[in-house]
């Protein structure tokens, strides 16, 4: 194929970086998504229906230690760090996340997290059998810290093994999985099903499943091309991994871009989570995924799921139908975010990430206005339910998955572990945060708690309408170079450094796309 000048031969680039679903790319991002984004989820909903049955193993096994019945605030304290430890386990296991991405790889990562989930499947799904509640608590902590390594992990081995056309969708394939994870968990943990005193022990080793399943498949696929060029150093692995997941032995263009990359970062070596902080040329994507994913957290998704049970009674639904009602909403929840996958390419990712966090502002404004009107406006009840639906919506399209999207895309090789550090670090500290204080704010403010949620939402919004850019389909060094202008500084390739605009002169025309920056 002929190019005719420099103009045509940017239009080919652009068209020949334009990858295909290939089998062995299908068949990668359910399997990683599956063996850990999966678990994340179902572990965040599986003791919310057995929670009267454990407890009441909880108070027989204090009752067969000290022959007296447990008192009702040890048992508070009990479920609450049963509950609150998975959360903090989570904020150890993103601490985890850099160290190692950068030695073990993506894969190897994934593969070696699997130890956690395994080890405290067996832990709790034999805790009844040990007369031990202890070693619930302790397994909820692991399975916390694999939940921190796989919400962060997975998204960038998705990221990084996608052609760029393909990117957004495949980050969110994890939240597809994560949402799934919770669908089956409150399936099973129906009283019908495992959801009692006899099959709550099951429902909670059920977790190691998937682990297993990740175990035995996931080795058959290849590493992140990205992380053995720029991070091993090993071309020759990187385009055979390359050649496999794209289906097609040339690979030429995507392999020059990964050089240019790594050439561009051959100065600052691997960045620390202190690094970000101190590096200008970062700033603003720092800043960035900070206000996303506390955005994210903050904007009430556990503190609307908490009130939808109330709401769903109010509105005359019997109590043996609730858990079908949640059911719905959690169904619901997956073809959203099934939706996002078809569109983020088409939309973009700032789209969906406005339209997410504006929905969520939107309906938690309409859910406060409702839950104080419903004693005397029947009808409200039902404008209460549209808003969970609403609000559920706006979480599945665009606030819950895209944080994590433009993580991947925002950074390059080098920052992108510590990002995700920072990134997952902020996600766990958020939705830790929440569960201990929500309690606390429904207590004082009733239905008006959701105001603080709406402003939240609110103030995300204004952020990303005038900081965050369009990143569809661009490379990560087209968007590192976007973020460059937003962070006043110039990438040069010639000198092989970063300088302040204010110190360029205004006469240079011609701007090198690849550098390396010097901290």
């Not at 009692?196 to 590493?223: D, Y």
């Not at 091309?225 to 040339?250: C, H, M, S, T």
């Not at 970000?276 to 994507?285: D, H, K, M, N």
């Not at 819950?400 to 996600?427: D, K, W, Y």
């Amino acid at each position: 194929m002929k190019l005719k000048g420099k103009k045509q031969a940017s239009s080919n680039s652009h068209e020949g970086s334009k990858g295909k679903m290939t089998l062995v790319l299908a068949l990668a991002a359910p399997t990683a998504a599956f063996g850990s984004s999966f678990q994340f989820g179902y572990n965040t909903a599986v003791v919310n229906s057995p929670a009267p049955y454990m407890q009441d193993f909880y108070n027989q096994t204090y009752m067969n230690r000290t022959d007296k019945p447990m008192d009702s605030a040890f048992m508070t304290l009990l479920w609450s760090l049963t509950v609150s430890m998975y959360p903090l386990g989570g904020f150890f296991g993103s601490l985890m996340v850099g160290p190692l991405v950068n030695n073990c790889g993506r894969k190897g990562t994934l593969l070696i997290n699997n130890v956690f989930s395994i080890g405290a499947a067996l832990l709790m799904g034999t805790s009844e059998l040990a007369k031990t509640f202890e070693v619930i608590i302790i397994s909820r902590f692991i399975m916390g810290i694999f939940a921190g390594l796989a919400s962060t992990v997975v998204p960038m081995f998705l990221g990084e093994i996608a052609p760029r056309n393909l990117r957004g969708a495949f980050g969110i394939v994890s939240e597809t999985f994560v949402t799934s994870g919770i669908l089956v968990a409150q399936i099973f943990g129906l009283n019908s099903i495992l959801g009692n005193a006899e099959g709550w022990p099951v429902l909670l080793g059920l977790t190691g499943i998937p682990s297993l399943l990740q175990l035995l498949l996931l080795p058959f696929f290849p590493e992140s091309p990205r992380y053995l060029l720029i991070q091993k150093g090993n071309e020759e692995q990187a385009r055979k991994a390359l050649q496999k997941l794209r289906g097609r032995p040339d690979v030429d263009e995507e392999i020059e871009e990964m050089r240019q990359e790594d050439r561009s970062e051959k100065e600052e070596g691997q960045f620390t989570v202190l690094s970000l902080f101190t590096f200008r040329g970062l700033r603003w994507q720092l800043i960035s995924i900070i206000v996303m994913m506390m955005g994210q957290q903050l904007s009430g998704a556990n503190a609307v799921f908490y009130y939808s049970d109330k709401i769903f009674r109010s509105a005359g639904v019997e109590e043996d139908s609730v858990q079908y009602v949640s059911i719905a909403i959690a169904a619901t929840n997956v073809v959203i975010t099934l939706l996002g996958i078809s569109i983020v390419e088409s939309v973009g990712r700032r789209i969906l990430l406005l339209t997410g966090f504006g929905l969520c502002c939107v309906s938690c404004a309409v859910l406060t206005l409702a839950l104080n009107l419903q004693p005397t406006v029947s009808w409200m009840s039902y404008i209460s339910i549209v808003s969970v639906i609403f609000y559920i919506t706006g979480q599945g399209i665009g606030a819950g998955p895209i944080p994590f999207v433009m993580i991947n895309e925002m950074f390059l090789q080098s920052s992108r572990p510590a990002a995700f550090m920072m990134g997952g670090c902020t996600h766990w500290l958020g939705y830790f945060s929440l569960g201990l204080v929500f309690l606390y704010m429904e207590a004082a403010l009733g239905p008006y708690c959701f105001l603080i949620f709406s402003v939240v939402c609110l103030a995300t919004v204004v952020y990303i309408f005038f900081i965050i850019p369009e990143t569809k389909n661009k490379t990560f060094m087209e968007i590192y170079k976007m973020m460059a202008k937003r962070n006043k500084v110039e990438i040069r390739e010639d000198k092989e450094e970063v300088k302040d605009f204010n110190a360029v002169s205004g006469g240079q025309a011609e701007k090198k796309s690849m550098c390396s920056t010097k901290m």
